[in-house]
């Protein structure tokens, strides 16, 4: 397979079976690659052509690509899973943006399970912190300051500024906003408070990435994800989303939210393994998913896990004995996969202290490490080159090869994790040989907030030609 794989010293017959096995099983050939990004080709077409399909293919609603001419004062309000952060962004042109953050406030569990006018009442207060603080009196009376909002939960589009909750995720289950339009109910929110503030454009992290880092590079194709999930967004042709039943100007272009998390959910074609398998049964979305579950922060540590498990219920890893610690679900977080691939002591050092500090494993010999430091290398190395499937299926689709263009890439997987980068990008040459040189992948921050104010500025330029 690949040559940085850590080699195993003194390893027995059976150890060296069974990793040789595991390391077949995680092995991701380029015709296999092919093979699925070609089915992927094919999904996004389908995906385009009818809702309900394996890769959603979400309209944005956003039809413009922004040229970093854009100028404009915007609020923006980013609600992930955890924080909520709200914006002052300034978009100043020629490509250049100022962000002034306020403060990042923690969505407390009573606001994730209360009722959604609470937590949206709770958002205008915070809206109305940064207003005092930033815009003050200068604020003309009748004057509105047009806020995007960029809020990653599964919803239907309709309009820019119009989307229904199709379910929560994360945690969050907040009463009375499933089935019904967010733009609405938060705009109530502000109202009630009598702010100044009109909800002018709603996104999802993806759509803002890709909007984000078109700001600065024309030659952006893609906005990812790779962080706890993962997603993608792209720029299509108006005349190729045949689902939607508008009159557009057919020049013009809007983004679509792919949805690849769902890729291959009824597991036709993906590689999958028993121990992705038991992930999947064991998680609280089975048979969703999939794609994701092989690739994003949130699964990779687990994946190693299970393989881990495997190992020492045979006898073939740490004397066959686990601990309470491992035993744990999801408690071999994939932040620890980053530092045991980066570590380059002999010993591997640093490796054992996460085993037996952290995890308390008796004891360890360098022989157990080495394997550990290997399904480390495995799983991650089978995650970047299954993200690269993704980002050559939009390549090959927007027919790029050959042409210089880069991808704008969100989530600390992406940022974090060692040679996570070098890897797809390695797979991306063997996908397109020299032509990869001319792809350019940027690790891009603040997506959601600049992309937020984009789609608010798109919205207001568009209004002549969708009914707001
Ligand atoms: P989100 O996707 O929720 O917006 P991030 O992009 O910050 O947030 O991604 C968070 C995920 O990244 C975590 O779930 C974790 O799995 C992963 N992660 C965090 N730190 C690291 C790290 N050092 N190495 C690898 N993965 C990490
Ligand atoms: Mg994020």
Redesign the pocket.
């Known amino acids: 397979m690949s040559d940085e794989l850590v080699t195993i010293h003194d390893a027995s017959t059976e150890q060296l079976f069974e990793i040789n096995e595991i390391t077949q099983e995680f092995e991701l050939k380029i015709d296999k690659l092919r093979k699925i990004q070609n089915y992927f080709m094919k999904q996004l077409k389908i995906g385009l052509e009818k809702d309900g399909q394996n890769l959603s293919m979400v309209p944005s609603f956003v039809t413009s690509v922004p040229t970093g001419n854009e100028i404009g004062t915007y609020l923006t309000l980013d609600l992930?899973?955890?924080n909520l952060r709200v914006c002052k962004v300034i978009l100043e042109g020629g490509g250049k943006i100022h962000i002034i953050e306020g403060q990042l406030y923690e969505i407390s569990e009573d606001l994730k399970t209360g009722d959604i006018t609470v937590l949206f009442d709770f958002i205008a207060d915070c809206v109305e912190n940064l207003l005092s603080k930033e815009w003050g009196d200068s604020i003309q009376k009748n004057d509105k300051i047009d806020l995007g909002f960029t809020f990653?939960f599964p919803i239907i589009q309709t309009a820019i500024n119009k989307g229904t909750l199709l379910k929560w995720t994360?945690g969050f289950t907040c009463t009375g906003a499933v089935g019904n339009d967010i733009v609405s109910i938060l705009q109530e929110s502000f109202n009630r408070k009598s702010l100044p503030v009109k909800v002018t454009a709603l996104i999802n992290?993806t759509v803002g990435t890709a909007l984000a880092h078109a700001y600065s590079h024309p030659k952006v194709i893609l906005g990812a994800?790779?962080?706890?999930?993962t997603n993608g967004a792209y720029f299509e042709r108006l005349e190729n989303i045949k689902k939607l039943n508008h009159n557009f100007d057919s020049s013009d272009k809007m983004i679509i939210n792919i949805e690849w998390g769902a890729f291959d959910s009824e597991k036709v074609i993906l590689p999958i393994t028993q121990y992705d398998n038991k992930l999947d049964k064991e998680s609280n979305n089975p048979n969703s998913q999939i794609f994701e579950k092989l690739i994003?922060?949130?699964?990779?540590?687990e994946i190693t896990r299970n393989i881990l498990l495997h190992l020492i219920d045979r006898s073939l890893l740490f004397n066959g004995l686990s601990s309470k610690s491992l035993n744990q679900h999801y408690a071999f977080?994939?932040?620890y996969?980053?530092?045991i691939e980066s570590d380059n002591t002999e010993t591997l050092e640093n490796t054992k202290q996460i085993l037996e500090n952290l995890f308390h494993i008796s004891i360890t010999n360098l022989t157990d490490r080495q394997i550990v430091k290997r399904i480390c290398q495995l799983v991650g190395i089978r995650a970047s080159r299954l993200s690269s499937i993704a980002l050559a299926s939009i390549i090959s689709y927007c027919k790029m090869e050959g042409n210089e263009c880069c991808i704008g890439i969100?989530?600390?997987?992406?940022?974090?994790?060692?040679n996570?980068s070098i890897r797809i990008y390695n797979t991306l040459k063997e996908f397109f040989g020299e032509n990869a040189d001319k792809i350019g992948l940027h690790y891009t921050c603040n997506g959601?907030s600049v992309g937020a104010a984009l789609a608010a500025f798109s919205a207001n330029q568009s209004k002549s030609k969708f009914k707001l």
């Open positions: 992930g899973g955890t990653s994360k992290d994800i790779l962080g706890t999930g994003s922060g949130m699964y990779l540590g977080e994939t932040k996969m980053s530092i969100d989530g600390s997987l992406f940022e974090k994790y060692p996570f959601s």
